[in-house]
């Protein structure tokens, strides 16, 4: 079940939103409120992930999400959310999911997706898919980082990340769509890209202008868990 539609005003006309669902099992933290509401909403989360937890245990977590919801601010996303699951197996399963809108200048989508990919590209840790989904060309872009404990002190402990972004370009609104989800469960990966597809291909723009629905041919991935996610795109 997917929590309700997220929309945002992305040109100075008001007639011109996007809405974007976001797939369900992510817990909003709360970008869109202010002051009170803001942390009372992460307090919220803690509870519903520590629900026969301790205070402490939900303690800590508010500040984990607290600091994660202003590293979203930093980076001008809308849209901030984590989840935290049980797999079938018994394994806990985790990720966070980013959404934002940078400035687009490009009015012409597919020449926007090809300088996208060409341009991430450019970094041999990436596994860049050309997408396409019903609002018009994307990129799909699949890494592997490291999350430093303390950045200041490279021998300090460290913590191997999986990250997706979705890049899609939004001429309409003059706006480029980035998705970003990141999660330390790597056997997880292709499922939670799948839900990035989900969300990519229920994307709408209420302006009352239809995009183009032409099927597009994905490139071919460079590892198998890169074909296996990146089929869900399609």
Known sequence: MTQPVVSTAATPSA???LHLDIPGGFHSLGLDLSGGEHLRQLWAVAEKIWPTGTDFQREVAFHAYREMADHALAENSFYAGFCLD???DGRLTTASLLARLDPLDERDAELSAR?????LSAN??????EIRVPAGPGVLVLCGLQLQSN???DTAPSLPL????????????RRLLVLSL?????????????????????LTVSDGVEDDPRPGDGAAGGNAIADQVAADFG
């Not at 999986?162 to 609104?173: K, N, T």
């Not at 999660?183 to 291909?201: G, I």
Request: proline share 13%; net charge negative.
């Open 124 to 129: 041999d840790n990436n596994t860049v898919e």
């Open 86 to 88: 049980e797999a079938p």
């Open 162 to 173: 999986a990250r997706a972004d979705v890049y899609l370009p939004l001429p309409r609104i």
């Open 15 to 17: 007639e011109a939103m």
């Open 151 to 153: 950045p200041a002190d």
């Open 182 to 202: 990141t999660t330390p469960s790597w056997p997880d990966l292709p499922f939670y890209v799948s839900l990035l597809s989900k969300s990519a291909h229920e």
């Open 115 to 119: 300088a996208l990919f060409e341009a």
